[in-house]
């Protein structure tokens, strides 16, 4: 079964809509870049402001705010009307889920004691915190579900967006992912590059090390295949796909116009990448306009959804010597 995508909504370094991402691929934009010890990619959630009351934000946090925001550009994006709410889900995705939160619980129980500890705090802190807000905020009744599995998350997300509507447990799922930036990120980081921090990054070169943190938050509007689409459909989901099997892909798949690449400048994954055999089909990366975190991806397949209106084949590495294989096509 495919799944055709109507709406998307992004938050990232290069701002809080999907238009300013989209402006960001063509040269339009550029990403905020936070330097302090070394550059970090900051997203902008600001805008949220002007859709919810500083009442209704007022014990939301940062990244609940990202998911919020990436939502509501979302299905504005899409522009239809979410009649039915008890026919549309909610599936979101996070590696890390809302870290300075989860941290400042921490803080409040160590500093506090048991019966001290921040309650809005600990409430907050949960995965499923932004995807119980998107569904409060919108009034949506269907079901709701959070998943975390660090690099193979968006798969999963797709996956079960996939399962709910092919099984008629739903008509619509609003289906997304991203990871916010903490200082404990910040000093994993600084441990990794030893001191010596890029300027930006360069997710093709392969052959050195120009990994930056970064942030951010992508949602797709996802329904059956047979409804019209502006962005085309997603095919497949495939989340443990080997080199071998890539490049056979590659070589055999028709209408295949580019290979978009979750490179983020680990020299590490980008010893695997290098061993992907493209041959004549143009190579994109799209990590130095909004940084690296797990959840990523959900933004590099927004970015191959925008660049290519044809099939598109993007290939994310996961970290443990496989790929994530996400192909689109034209509706």
Not at 204 to 217: A, I, M, Q, R
Request: with cysteine; proline share 4%.
């Amino acid at each position: 079964m495919v799944l055709s995508v109507l709406g998307m909504g992004a938050v990232s370094a290069l701002g809080g809509s999907i238009d300013e991402f989209r402006a960001g691929l063509e040269g339009h934009g550029k990403p905020f870049i936070e330097v302090a010890e070394f550059p970090v990619y900051r997203a902008d959630s600001s805008g949220l402001q002007n859709k919810r009351s500083q009442r209704a934000l007022r014990r939301i946090d940062s990244f609940t705010r990202m998911a919020l925001l990436a939502s509501f550009d979302a299905i504005k994006d899409s522009g239809i009307a979410l009649k039915d709410m008890g026919r549309t889900g909610i599936i979101f995705g996070s590696a890390f889920g809302p870290l300075n939160t989860t941290f400042a619980f921490q803080d409040s129980l160590i500093d506090d004691g048991d019966k001290c500890a921040s309650p809005l705090h600990f409430a907050a802190s949960v995965h499923n915190s932004p995807a119980a807000q998107v569904s409060i905020q919108m009034g949506i009744d269907g079901p709701v579900q959070t998943l975390s599995a660090f690099n193979h998350t968006v798969s999963g997300v797709l996956e079960l967006a996939r399962s709910w509507i092919e099984n008629g447990i739903v008509d619509t799922v609003i289906a997304g992912a991203g990871d916010e930036y903490c200082p404990l990120r910040g000093y994993a980081t600084a441990r990794m590059l030893n001191g010596i921090a890029p300027s930006g990054i360069q997710p093709l070169d392969f052959d050195k090390c120009s990994y930056l943190p970064g942030e951010g938050f992508a949602v797709f509007i996802l329904a059956n295949g047979e409804k019209p689409s502006k962005y085309g459909v997603l095919k497949k989901t495939s989340v443990r796909v080997g080199i071998d099997e890539s490049n056979s892909i590659l070589k055999d798949g028709k209408n295949i116009k580019a290979l978009f690449l979750a490179a983020n400048g680990n020299n590490g994954e980008g010893e695997t990448y290098a061993k992907i055999n493209a041959g004549n089909i143009p190579v994109r990366a799209h990590s130095h306009l909004y940084g690296a975190f797990p959840c990523a991806t959900a933004l590099s397949i927004a970015a191959a959804l925008l660049s290519e209106e044809n099939s598109v084949l993007c290939a994310e590495y996961s970290g443990d010597g496989e790929l994530n294989l996400y192909e689109t096509g034209e509706k």
